[in-house]
């Protein structure tokens, strides 16, 4: 069963920069779309980034970081990474890694609820 292990979150200032990873393991990468998801205390889960398989085309991106992160991946890892840049408080939450069938990544992002995700990695952006 594929699992998902995120690293690469923690404290940093307005304007800087992050890079999270997604490390499978369990099961290669080549059959699932990929995404991430972040959730800060007192608000809903809000979708980032979803990418599917290369062949498949289409990236989504949420109006909020668009510009700003950019979503890969690596399937000879297997792994996919979210860089971040110009990061701001408001972008402070909990990253989750989530992976989904193959195809599911659509123009408005998952077309469904991920079937497996990653236990997620902080962070924080201080003004």
């Known amino acids: 069963q594929l699992q998902l292990a995120e690293s690469g979150g923690g404290l940093v200032q307005s304007g800087g920069s992050l890079t999270l990873s997604c490390i499978a393991s369990?099961?290669?990468?080549?059959?699932?779309?990929v995404g991430w998801f972040r959730q800060a205390p007192g608000k809903e889960r809000e979708e980032v980034s979803c990418?599917?398989?290369?062949?498949?085309?289409?990236?989504y991106y949420a109006d909020s970081v668009k510009g700003r992160f950019a979503i890969s991946r690596d399937n000879a890892e297997p792994a996919a990474y979210l860089q971040m840049n110009e990061l701001n408080p408001g972008d402070t939450a909990t990253y989750y890694c989530?992976?989904?069938?193959?195809?599911?990544?659509?123009?408005?992002?998952?077309?469904?609820?991920?079937?497996?995700w990653g236990k997620g990695t902080q962070v924080t952006v201080s003004s």
């Open positions: 989530a992976a989904g069938p193959l195809h599911h990544c659509r123009q408005q992002g998952f077309s469904q609820e991920p079937l497996y």
């Open positions: 990418i599917n398989n290369f062949h498949l085309g289409n990236i």
């Open positions: 369990g099961s290669t990468l080549d059959n699932y779309a």
